[in-house]
């Protein structure tokens, strides 16, 4: 499979239409303090992972963090920089890599508040934002501990019910969009779509932008229509370590050596996971992309799922 193209050709909008398209610190702007931000993807694929690493190298903090179940990277990152005040989730791992340490130690350290969900709570919540109701039925909770545990369950009288939950922000990454802001996933779309119909404003980041011409040429292949998207942000590999589903695999490597810092013990460990943020973190996509390996290295990984 070809490298990801680092530029792409769009047509000018000739029918009055404005351009979605603008750069990820001003897609990113306003979020601070008590946002309530989803984050999509799927464990670690379509993670918006360039997005995460700009929102801490502008010094976010206090956010509320809504993960789409489950989720890996870009969660354990954001709780090890000390970004996230409250947790939504169902389930932080690297999968077979194993469990995520920074989100593990916060826990254990009682340094983060946990909202427990299960993947119906999470999904419930979206959709009585959907529904304009303020909660969903969620009978599958039915004797379970997430009754008497989570603050995100109601008991009404005809069983489970998960409150509604309206992000301030969805941050998404897919492989297209055009300027318009209509997105195209090439492979799974996991939860994006209820995240973008959710909430209240809607940012993406693409591997590649492609015409509208194109768009309008397989209209079966929008994932999220454009009048969902506030802002579209092209960043080749925007998705790394994590993959990007049809044109590059996750990064195991870089992951193992993630976990590597994160999970070193406290002393030196502190030491090893600041390291990694002045390393990986705290320089822009551009220099990150240098410093994981450049294009070659890059597109080796496009190779794996060609």
């Given amino acids: 499979m070809a490298g990801v193209p680092r530029t792409s050709a769009v047509e000018r909008a000739t029918d009055g239409r404005l351009?979605?398209?603008?750069?990820?610190?001003?897609?990113?702007?306003?979020?601070?303090?008590?946002?309530?931000?989803?984050?999509?993807?799927?464990?670690?694929?379509?993670?918006?992972?360039?997005?995460?690493?700009?929102?801490l190298r502008g010094g976010v903090s206090g956010l509320r963090l809504l993960t789409s179940p489950p989720s890996s990277f870009d969660t354990d990152l954001l709780i090890g920089a000390g970004a996230v005040r409250t947790l939504y989730t169902a389930h932080v791992s690297f999968e077979h890599l194993g469990l995520a340490p920074r989100f593990r130690r916060a826990a254990e350290r009682a340094e983060l508040e946990i909202i427990e969900c299960d993947e119906a709570t999470v999904l419930g919540g979206l959709m009585a934002t959907l529904e304009g109701l303020p909660d969903h039925p969620v009978p599958s909770l039915v004797a379970t501990d997430l009754l008497r545990t989570s603050t995100q369950v109601r008991t009404?009288?005809?069983?489970?019910?998960?409150?509604?939950?309206?992000?301030?922000?969805a941050v998404l990454h897919a492989q297209e969009a055009d300027r318009f802001g209509n997105v195209r996933h090439l492979g799974a779309a996991f939860c994006d779509p209820v995240f973008a119909k959710a909430?209240?404003?809607?940012?993406?980041?693409?591997?590649?932008?492609?015409?509208?011409?194109?768009?309008?040429?397989?209209?079966?292949r929008t994932t999220i229509p454009g009048y969902l998207v506030d802002a579209v942000v092209p960043l080749?590999?925007?998705?790394?370590?994590?993959?990007?589903?049809?044109?590059?695999?996750?990064?195991?490597?870089?992951?193992?050596?993630?976990?590597?810092?994160?999970g070193a013990p406290d002393g030196d460990g502190g030491d090893a996971f600041a390291r990694y943020l002045r390393e990986f973190v705290h320089l822009d996509h551009a220099t990150y992309l240098d410093r994981i390996g450049g294009t070659a290295r890059l597109d080796a990984l496009d190779e794996e799922v060609a």
């Fill in 236 to 262: 080749p590999y925007g998705a790394h370590p994590c993959s990007s589903h049809g044109l590059y695999c996750h990064d195991e490597e870089h992951l193992r050596h993630y976990l590597a810092a994160a």
């Fill in 156 to 169: 009404g009288t005809d069983g489970p019910r998960a409150p509604a939950l309206r992000p301030d922000v």
């Fill in 19 to 55: 351009s979605k398209v603008m750069t990820l610190d001003s897609a990113l702007a306003g979020i601070g303090a008590d946002t309530l931000i989803a984050v999509g993807g799927l464990w670690y694929h379509n993670r918006p992972a360039a997005a995460i690493r700009a929102l």
């Fill in 199 to 220: 909430s209240a404003r809607v940012v993406v980041t693409v591997d590649r932008l492609v015409g509208n011409d194109v768009v309008r040429a397989e209209p079966w």
